[in-house]
């Protein structure tokens, strides 16, 4: 079997993604709670036993909601960054793994390759993984991009990317000053034309998917961010998948 990755839902009601190599299968966040996931994996032709491993980046509940019950009910190990576990509770982890955001790991079939980014909590990150051939890049909540993340994501054959909002969208909105200086701030969330730009710098000739994820539902439409990322990679914006809060994403080969 080939890599392959799908999107369980994305957005600020709740995230999770679904990375897979032959019988390793890793769930990227749990945002949502125990039957809410299981209705959404059943979707996939998965359910919460077929999971290998939980990885976390970071605490917010969006990406954490649903984590302690699952890898209780389950037992499932959860992986993530000292930091991240400083700042949930983590008592109903019975398999609790902390990692350096800097250092690779491998659970099984795949390895995976976390990577710090600039966001409002103790220590995000985000991932890459490979199985030594394919290479699938993630990257949502963050408010600006940085070197270590453009290099972290070249050579990847398929991008799941933050589009969070459209800047004029946003500064038009009716949220309060605050929330917008925190959305569109360094610590915040990438715009569709951040994220436009980070995919044009991107060194890679092989990309077979790019999806954008974590869209906001006031301040963003798919369109939007579709035609943003079309002009990065000079292709037609029906090309660009969305992944969504309410259906995901389906199950994306990486051949």
């Known amino acids: ?8 839902g994305s957005g600020s009601q709740g ?6 190599k032959n019988n390793t299968c890793l769930l990227i966040d749990c945002g949502f709670s125990y039957t809410q996931l299981q209705q959404r994996l059943e979707r996939l032709g998965r359910c919460a036993t077929d999971l290998t491993a939980i ?14 019950m699952l890898a209780r009910k389950c037992d499932i190990p959860v992986w993530m960054t000292p930091g991240t576990a400083a700042q949930i509770d983590t008592r109903g982890i019975l398999q609790l793994q902390l990692f350096n955001c800097h250092a690779p790991f491998t659970v ?10 600039p966001h409002d909590a103790r220590e995000p990150c985000q991932y890459m993984f490979t199985d030594g051939d394919s290479r699938f890049g993630l990257l949502t909540d963050t408010g600006c991009t940085t070197r270590h993340i453009e290099d972290s994501l070249s050579g990847c054959h398929a991008l799941m990317l933050e589009c969070n909002h459209d800047a004029q969208l946003l500064a038009q909105s009716f949220y309060p000053p605050a929330l917008k200086e925190r959305i569109g701030g360094r610590n915040g969330h990438l ?5 436009m730009n980070l995919l044009a ?16 539902e006031k301040n963003n439409t798919p369109e939007l961010a579709r035609q943003a990322l079309s002009r990065a990679l000079g292709c037609t914006p029906d090309w ?14 990486i051949l």
């Open 1 to 8: 079997m080939t890599l392959r990755f799908a999107s369980i």
């Open 15 to 20: 995230n999770a993604t679904l990375v897979e």
């Open 55 to 68: 990885l976390i980046t970071h605490e917010h509940g969006d990406h954490v909601r649903g984590v302690s």
């Open 108 to 117: 099984n079939d795949i390895e995976v390759n976390p990577y710090p980014v």
């Open 191 to 195: 715009s569709n034309e951040q994220t």
């Open 201 to 216: 710098s991107i060194k890679s000739t092989r990309v077979q998917h790019v999806v954008a994820a974590h869209l906001s």
């Open 240 to 253: 660009i998948g969305v992944a969504d809060q309410e259906t995901g994403l389906s199950w994306r080969e």
